[in-house]
């Protein structure tokens, strides 16, 4: 069996009963909130989709965005966007690099990269990433 996602980490902000916790990514979907797409179980006090999927609904504490990536197959995937100051570039990165599932790293560290070379071409992207990260 895959390693669940969030595993063994009792400070992570997800819930106590979120699939995050007992799944590897991939093996539930992602909501936004709370819908009525997705009703409490109060049998095992998990949240299903209509067709029986597992969903976690509190993205921003599993850091991973919404998406049906067990029901659609959706490609787990965060699109980088820098922001259009130059000195907002740290701070950006540093909530986006600690706010999102480590499962995404190495791609949000890969765009970045690319973008900041891209789009402020006298910054150097790896000073840039060692103070976001530090």
Do not use: W
């Not at 069996?1 to 595993?7: I, L, Q, T």
């Not at 799944?23 to 819908?35: C, M, Q, S």
Request: hydrophobic share 35%; charged share 25%; proline share 10%.
């Amino acid at each position: 069996m895959a390693e669940p996602f969030v595993n063994g980490d009792v400070h992570h902000r997800a819930c106590g009963i979120c699939p995050s916790r007992f799944f590897p990514v991939g093996e539930f979907d992602v909501f936004e909130r709370p819908t009525k797409e997705c009703p409490f179980n109060p049998n095992d006090g998990h949240r299903y989709a209509t067709d029986g999927t597992l969903v976690c609904v509190h993205p921003e504490k599993v850091g991973l965005p919404a998406g049906r990536y067990k029901s659609e197959n959706v490609p787990l995937k965060v699109e980088l966007c820098l922001p259009a100051d130059e000195s907002d570039v740290v701070p950006y990165l540093h909530d986006l690099l600690y706010g999102v599932a480590p499962v995404l790293l190495n791609d949000l560290i890969g765009q970045a990269q690319v973008e900041i070379r891209r789009t402020f071409p006298d910054l150097d992207p790896i000073t840039t990433l060692r103070r976001a990260l530090s």
